[in-house]
Nanobody, 123 residues
């Protein structure tokens, strides 16, 4: 049974940093895409960035240059390093996985989801 568990959320002031983790268990696919999404109250879920089994990363324009996605295959964990945080980054952050290395921005393409971790950035 695949499980994704996010951690690392919290409250920070604008300009601060946080690192989120997404620990995967029961996920032994050699080809995959893992993404971070976020959803603010009253807004649609938004794709933030992704990393695939080849280590290729991409980011949304809203976070490019501030956020970095990495993975530790030995720990089956994906990370989202968030720097220079802004109040508009406030949202519930979710990790998601699909069992192919082709990544999509639409959430409907992802097979597995974590429960989310809250990030709140105050001005």
């Amino acid at each position: 049974q695949v499980q994704l568990v996010e951690s690392g959320g919290g409250s920070v002031q604008a300009g601060g940093s946080l690192t989120l983790s997404c620990a995967a268990s029961g996920f032994s696919y050699r080809r995959y895409c893992m993404s971070w999404f976020r959803q603010a109250p009253g807004k649609e879920r938004e794709w933030v960035g992704r990393i695939n089994s080849g280590g290729i990363t991409n980011y949304s324009n809203s976070v490019k240059g501030r956020f970095t996605i990495s993975q530790d295959n030995a720990k089956n964990t994906m990370y989202l390093q968030m720097n220079t945080l802004k109040p508009e980054d406030t949202a519930m952050y979710y990790c998601a996985a699909r069992t192919e290395d082709i990544c999509y921005l639409a959430s409907s393409y992802y097979n597995y989801w974590g429960q989310g971790t809250q990030v709140t950035v105050s001005s």
